[in-house]
């Protein structure tokens, strides 16, 4: 038997799409969208002071497709967090247009063996604690999907042995360093979660970017043999001072 993959967990983590109700927003008054709009800014200045205070973080981005109008990234030490948000969001002016989409919940995940250092165990030092509880960054793109590994006949993630995984991880490391600057990747894990393994969020300043790792790493044994992966959402950034002209009509 395989053994195991012990993982170094960090916050809980929510996407959270909604699909903006323009029509119902068109029929309100400007005094009533203009408090909903100020509502959610106070909203979104407390959760600032979370991130601050280096309990949580989070970002907002506009959904390009139709696949949503809205993606919201929570990070927060507890789901109990996670699901408050949700409910203040739902229970605000704003809330009432904000239309529940597609939602992912995950965990921030690093291996507790280190593939880019020959498998050997990591230790909890500051920089390993800072990946498990990242602040996310605010780069003008973020690209979202859920993945898996292979589990068949042929090709089963969870049935080779540790130090094929880890030279397949190295390998799939190395691809990833030469992004170095152009994209920030966090993994949350989602397995028992949500239903797929595990999410990826990516950010970028040059959407382009998305397009040339994830073809590259296409070409790499661990995603060409092992690699399964969901739909993509793709949006740009949105920040609390833009909010007002993002909501105007
Ligand atoms: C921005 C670049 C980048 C870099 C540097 C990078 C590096 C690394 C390292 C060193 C490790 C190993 C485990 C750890 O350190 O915790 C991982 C782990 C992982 N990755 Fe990655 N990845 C990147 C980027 C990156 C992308 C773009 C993808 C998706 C596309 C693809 O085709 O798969 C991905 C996936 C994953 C996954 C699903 C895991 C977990 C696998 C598991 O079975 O455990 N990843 N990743």
């Known amino acids: 038997m395989a053994e195991a993959v012990v993982t170094m967990d960090g916050w809980c983590t929510l996407h959270d799409t909604r699909t903006f109700d323009w029509s119902s927003w ?40 139709n696949k949503a109008d809205l993606l ?3 990070l927060r030490p507890t789901m109990d967090e996670l699901e408050e948000i949700k409910r203040e969001i739902n229970k605000s002016k704003i809330g ?13 995940e690093m291996t ?23 602040i996310l960054p605010k780069w003008e793109h973020a690209c979202f999907y859920p993945m898996a590994r292979r589990r068949n006949e042929e090709a089963n993630w969870f049935a080779i042995d540790k130090a094929e995984r880890t030279r397949l991880l190295y390998d799939h490391g190395m691809t990833g360093r030469k992004y170095a ?6 993994i949350t894990g989602s397995i028992g979660l949500d239903e797929w393994e595990w999410g990826v969020t990516l950010f970028a300043h040059d959407p382009l970017e998305f397009k040339k790792i994830v073809y590259e790493m296409r070409f790499d044994e661990v995603t060409a043999k092992y690699g ?19 909501f105007a009509l």
């Open 228 to 246: 399964e992966f969901g739909d993509f959402i793709i949006g740009n950034h949105l920040a609390k001072e833009a909010v007002a002209s993002y």
């Open 72 to 74: 919201f990234i929570f």
């Open 112 to 134: 507790m063996h280190n593939p880019m250092d020959g498998g050997r165990d990591r230790v909890l030092d500051p920089k390993v604690e800072a990946r498990l509880k990242p």
């Open 26 to 65: 068109k029929m309100t008054s400007e005094q009533e969208r203009s408090e909903a709009v100020a509502e959610f800014e106070q909203l979104m200045t407390k959760w600032d002071m979370t991130e601050e205070d280096k309990n949580g973080s989070q970002t907002l981005y506009k959904v390009v497709g």
């Open 181 to 186: 600057g152009k994209v920030k990747e966090i």
């Open 96 to 108: 009432d247009y904000l239309i529940p989409g597609y939602s992912y919940v995950s965990i921030v």
